[in-house]
């Protein structure tokens, strides 16, 4: 892969999870994998499964180490068993550490999306990459030792793939464990769910959310309680959120919003030419996340009677109650969200000019805010 394409399992702007030092606010799923190694229960194939952004990955790296830098327990000797491990912290200078940091540890292996002949990624993990570890386990065989395997994420499997890991998981080679990281486990092969022990990650507190992002780097200048909302405990998000400028852009979206249902279209224009400008692709699907946010916190405002809190913009909480005041009219915008976001999500996929897209998109809430009147 070229220094240029990107990593297919690193939030942009973050650290890749090999490098992420510490894991915030999944103290349960870390304690549930160790007591399963403590009480030598430890289970061939794992689910990581949650949201995207939680920690999935950084708990699988992290179990990687462990479980590559952690020497199984002997017989008793002389003096007896050690006391088994209470973390799945390891050393930053442990050989397996600075290994794994270098991407070259024999006894472990990533599987992501590769690339095609053409040098450009794939859109999904296909079977030759899943064969690949064929190979791996040949060549790792010979000590002895643990191997370790991650698959990021294992959604993205086309179904040959997934066929491919199954055969491994129904007879994994000895002393593997697989690793497989699910964002949606609901798009998993059901025999691949039930070879599997699942642990599940919840998204982030906003005091995690704040150590997690001070650890990446992020700049965490301005509305801490705006991106904690948006990003609903997702770090990948939270990144892409201050990479992407999304703050700017929900609050400009929530202001067009408050001018409805006459609409400011000087201003709706303006965020459409925002989505067309040159280079702008990972704006513009931010736009329309932010958009399918939007939508979802009307409904919501209408159905409990009161707009989410903390709020993602500036005034958000006044605009979502004067669009959205009641049972009827959260009815409305809930069915209005699934025909608005499918319809955007299908010209994003065929390619429809970024700028009429979001203009036509806006025009169909400015629609439905004159019809919940």
Not at 30 to 52: I, K, M, V
Not at 64 to 75: I, S, Y
Not at 254 to 275: F, N, V, Y
Not at 280 to 288: C, H, K
Request: charged share 20%.
């Amino acid at each position: 892969m070229s220094d240029d394409t990107p990593s297919p399992d690193q939030a942009p702007g973050a650290l890749h999870p090999r490098e992420t030092v510490r894991l915030f606010g999944q103290g349960a799923a870390e304690q549930a994998f160790l007591n399963a190694y403590t009480s030598d229960r430890l289970h061939h194939g794992w689910l990581l499964s949650g949201p995207r952004g939680v920690g999935k990955a950084t708990l699988a790296w992290r179990i990687a180490r462990f479980l590559l830098a952690t020497p199984a327990v002997e017989e008793d000797g002389l003096f007896g068993a050690p006391p088994p491990p209470d973390t799945l912290e390891i050393d930053p200078d442990h050989p397996v550490a600075h290994r794994i940091l270098a991407g070259a540890e024999p006894g472990l292996a990533a599987i992501t999306r590769s690339v095609n002949d053409q040098g450009r990624l794939r859109n999904e993990i296909v079977v030759d990459d899943i064969r690949k570890l064929g190979r791996f386990f040949g060549l790792s065989s010979a000590d002895g030792g643990r191997r370790v395997v991650i698959v990021d994420a294992a959604d993205e499997m086309n179904v040959s793939a997934a066929n491919a890991l199954l055969k491994m998981l129904e007879e994994p080679p000895a002393h593997t464990t697989l690793l497989l990281i699910s964002h949606q486990p609901s798009r998993l092969l059901p025999t691949i769910r039930s070879r599997c022990r699942t642990l599940r990650l919840s998204p982030l507190g906003a005091e995690d959310m704040q150590a997690a992002l001070a650890q990446t780097g992020a700049d965490l200048t301005g509305q801490p309680g705006h991106l904690a909302a948006l990003a609903a405990g997702s770090v990948g998000d939270a990144v892409r959120l201050i990479n992407l400028g999304g703050l700017e852009l929900y609050a400009e979206l929530i202001g067009i919003l408050g001018t409805l249902p006459r609409l400011d279209r000087q201003r709706a224009l303006k965020l459409a030419e925002t989505a067309a400008q040159r280079g702008a692709a990972e704006r513009f699907d931010l736009l329309l996340s932010l958009i399918d946010i939007a939508l979802a916190r009307l409904a919501l405002t209408g159905a409990t009677g009161a707009a989410p809190q903390p709020e993602a913009a500036p005034n958000e909480a006044e605009t979502l109650a004067r669009l959205s005041g009641s049972p009827h009219q959260a009815r409305q915008w809930a069915e209005a969200a699934a025909l608005i976001t499918s319809r955007a999500r299908h010209g994003q996929a065929v390619n429809l000019d970024p700028a009429s897209l979001v203009l036509d998109t806006v025009f169909k809430i400015q629609e439905t805010a004159g019809h919940s009147r």
